[in-house]
């Protein structure tokens, strides 16, 4: 069984930092893109960030310049690390990685279950 683990979201006040990790652990044979989402109350769920294997990233247009992401292969682990944080970063932000299982030629899309991020003003 596959799971995504999400960690370090909180409070933070405007114009401050804060670094999310997700990690992916289970029966995992390769992780291909990995990428980070957010909805905030009332909206669609939206595309903060992504990552490929290889380390290409791309951003949403929101918060290039202020967000990086990164991953770590051996651990199975991708992180956003969030400055310059505004109010309306506030949502509660997922992960997602698209893996391929063991004895499997088919990828496969997984979630974690979310983790809160309120930005005050």
């Known amino acids: 069984q596959v799971q995504l683990v999400e960690s370090g979201g909180g409070l933070v006040q405007a114009g401050g930092s804060q670094r999310l990790s997700c990690a992916a652990s289970?029966?995992?044979?390769?992780?291909?893109?990995m990428g980070w989402y957010r909805q905030a109350p009332g909206k669609q769920r939206e595309l903060v960030a992504t990552?490929?294997?290889?380390?290409?990233?791309d951003y949403a247009d929101s918060v290039k310049g202020r967000f990086t992401i990164s991953r770590d292969n051996p651990k199975n682990t991708v992180y956003l690390q969030m400055n310059s944080l505004k109010p309306e970063d506030t949502a509660v932000y997922y992960c997602?990685?698209?893996?391929?299982?063991?004895?499997?030629?088919?990828?496969?899309?997984?979630w974690g279950q979310g983790t809160q991020v309120t930005v005050s003003s």
């Open positions: 990552i490929t294997s290889s380390g290409s990233t």
């Open positions: 289970g029966s995992i044979f390769s992780i291909n893109h």
């Open positions: 997602k990685a698209q893996l391929t299982l063991p004895g499997s030629n088919s990828r496969y899309n997984y």
